[in-house]
């Protein structure tokens, strides 16, 4: 018989191992990665992750490793609980209190607790948070087993995580089973979108060839030529199934003809006792606990030993290093389970959960067993449990599946209400607020549909309809929406006045402002403002004063606007999302209003609610970053610009990352950065999908065409802009003004400059015109705006005097430091056209200042050239600095970019750099990406043009 031994090398693996290796590489040189292995069952996908892990721990990385379940689709977040296990981690664990829950034993509760999508975003967050700490002592590895039985939300993680690592020294992998992945597996589109990802490498394993599985089977001890060729020819390459099958062969046992088979002759070889314990691990799933094992089994300490050590013995269970034992394979596990009898595994089953049941195991468990046994009293009660954990833990998905499975037999359990403490109505309320929450506001809008039909007690009836207006109205589903709505206000409005009239007038007059019912929606929302005082819903009051001024705002009266955003802000709600909400309304009206210092300080204040409460990167605390962003940028302060710059990731792939994306691009093309070109590449795929991000990118796609001299791609830009634009967008305005500016700069006699009236009416009506009617006032950034369109329509016109351009820039006075430097120069221009050569000067070294301040190399760049026609010197003589494209490049990949502009291959870079020929390749490529280059030439004549001298021989 031949013995089961443990082979150290991987065997026709090499190419896979390499590409897994560079991956590592990249990261330790700060380029974060996303590995994806596939394969059949049984192919070597543990295997080959085991070996990189090896590599990696060698390597000095953290190494953290996560292993899915097949009922883990209940049970939130298995791999990541499973990787936090770890013993490093728990001093990084205590100031993370939302992932040391997830810990078994640890208490699901907290009096910080959020939940739902609040919840799950402050995971997320705490995730990233982590996974960037360790990598700031050393790089990490992570690793999740088995993706294709991934719940929902670990799936989601993966997916956050792989859009927002970037730099961090982190690489990410993932098995999964290609041959379970049948069309409608919720795994297919999650792979499908992360591997139009750079950052993620793919790695399909093969069945290995006869001659590497050959002398795989040699390695194991595999006999002579005869037996392993015959195994060979039968395995069709897959490892697993060959050293059964060598196993079986060398024991002299008839070969079976499929795997499952196979493997159990392999079980029955057992004794009837070691049979009987592993049927009962099998019920436990992939991994069972010791003390669990023997409760299950019935047996003695003695008996359940000996059976124990001849199935180790035999490589069918390993001993793991929490207590208990897992099956070699998942395979085998499956195999074993599946030849249970209907009876037995009812009975197994149900044996698991009255043990769990007096442990204190996991409500998802719980309730995964008692489906299992059939009992459906047992399930209802731990399915509504494991709904109510999983909406604790951030897991909203999981929180429907746990609640639909609940009613699913509600009707059949004679008790239901009594024993759970709910009703079917409330039970089907939560269950569309935990779909909402994952994004499934389509599934959360059909289940509110269906219980309008079964509820008739009046404030049941009131919040049924006002939650479905509520998910309609974010889910873009107008049809009844406004109908829902008032029949919410209808049926409560005529009682005595509560918290849920107040919250049904606040959805009413918000699905009335939707539907452009200007009136109705002041209207309903000031009421709702009156009952919720009234009543003490100062949720609702939040949400009540959060309307009414941004319907303020719109009709043209921002001083009352403010003041209604200042009292939501003030107050607490209960509601975080409310209370963000509030803040980020207040800072953005601020903002356009052009009271920065005020802006910034509401901004803060905000943020400082979210940092305090984990949830930077919920939906509001991201805008909330992004316009504190934009307030640095419009203010002049440009590095703290760009640092906040960088969370907004390159490399995007849905519409709201690259909307985020596109703000960087103000501090980017101003600065004249090359990654600003490697952005819009990435976010062009978006054009035309979402009307916010087609302005953002191409208005800025156009001011780098000017700055890069070409006024007809600009044009371009502009007019995709202005075809996805309402007429009265107040966005029009600056838009029209980039326009009119790309006219200015074609050549004389080009057609396209009779397009300069077109242009400049646009955005005068833009500046008059509102949604709801004349516009009555117009923000500094938009009078602003409006006087450079007006001044760049006369440029175009040849009547440009100085008066023009001083409106300019007096319209842009309070703030915006660049904008009325860009004014300046043109100020200058028209100076030096009408002779007053002293005011021209002055203007010019006043821009020329500000540009230098910013770092705007563009500007500077234009300066010089205006500067040079004038003749004008700095009274500094010293060559003002400027900004430089290799501002983001470290000193190492300096050196490197030196080799390359040398015309030197990564092997020689390797060999004088004394770094191996692969981080030569690595630096390279992130070089590459810096610069915005495609190719090692353009690289190196960039490097030409910044003075970078190639190395002496």
Known sequence: MVGRKTQTGLVGRGFQLDRLSRVLDAATGRMAGVALVGGDAGIGKTRIVCELSEIARERGFTVLVGQCAELGNALPYLPLADALRSADLRSALESRPVLRRLLPGADPDGSDALSGALAQQRLFGATLSLLGELADERPVLMVFEDLHWADHSTRDLLVFLTRMLQRERVVLVGTYRTDDLHRRHPLRPVLAELQRLPLVVPVELPPLDDEAMATHLTALGGGNAGLIGGVVGRAGGNPFFAEELLQAASSGDRLPATLADLLMARVEGLSDTAQQVLRVAAVAGRRVDHDMLRAAAGLADRPLEEALREIVSRGLLTVDQHIGYDFRHALLQEAVYDDLLPGERTRLHMTFASLLTESGGRAAELAHHYSAAHDVRGALITS????????????????????DRALEVWEQVPDADAITGTTRARLILDSAAAAADSGDNHRAIAHLRRLRQLVTEPQLVAETNERLAWYQADGDDFHGMAEAAQAAVDVVGDGPETPMLARALATHARTLWIAERVADAQEAAARALEVARRTGSIEAESAALVSLGIQQESLGDPDMAEELLSMAAAKTSGSLSMDLRAWFSLA????????????????????????????????????????????????????????????????????????????????????????????????????????????????????????????????????AVVAVQQPYDSGLIRISATGLAALADLPPGDPARQRGTEFVERARYAATHGPAGPRTTLGPEGQGWLARAEAEWHRLSGTATPEVWDRALTAFDGGFPYEQARNRWRLAETLLETGDRDRARAEWEKAVEVADHLGAAPLRHALDLLGRRARFTLPDAAEPGRASVLDSLTGREREVLAQVAAGRSNREIGERLFISQKTASVHVSNILAKLGAATRTQAAAIAHQEGVTPPDD
Do not use: C
């Open 384 to 403: 509504l449990e494991a709904g109510l954990r999983a909406t604790q833990m951030g897991a909203p998905a999981e929180a429907n599946r746990h609640f």
């Open 588 to 719: 953005r009206l601020q903002y356009e209003r052009g009271d920065l210092d005020a802006a910034a300080e509401s901004a803060e204040a905000g943020l400082q609610v979210a940092r305090e409460n984990g949830l930077m990167w919920s939906t509001f605390g991201t805008d909330l970053r992004f316009l504190r962003y934009l307030i640095s940028f419009a203010a002049g302060d440009w590095d703290a610009a760009e640092k906040r710059a960088a969370m907004f990731g390159v490399r995007v792939g849905t519409p709201p990352e690259a909307l985020l994306s596109s703000f960087a691009l103000f501090v980017e093309v101003g600065r004249g950065r090359a990654v600003a070109a490697e952005r819009l590449r990435w976010l062009e795929p978006f054009w035309g999908a979402d009307d916010l991000v087609t302005y953002m990118t191409r208005g800025m796609a156009a001011e780098l065409a000017l700055w890069r001299g070409d006024p007809k791609e600009a044009l371009g830009h502009v007019d």
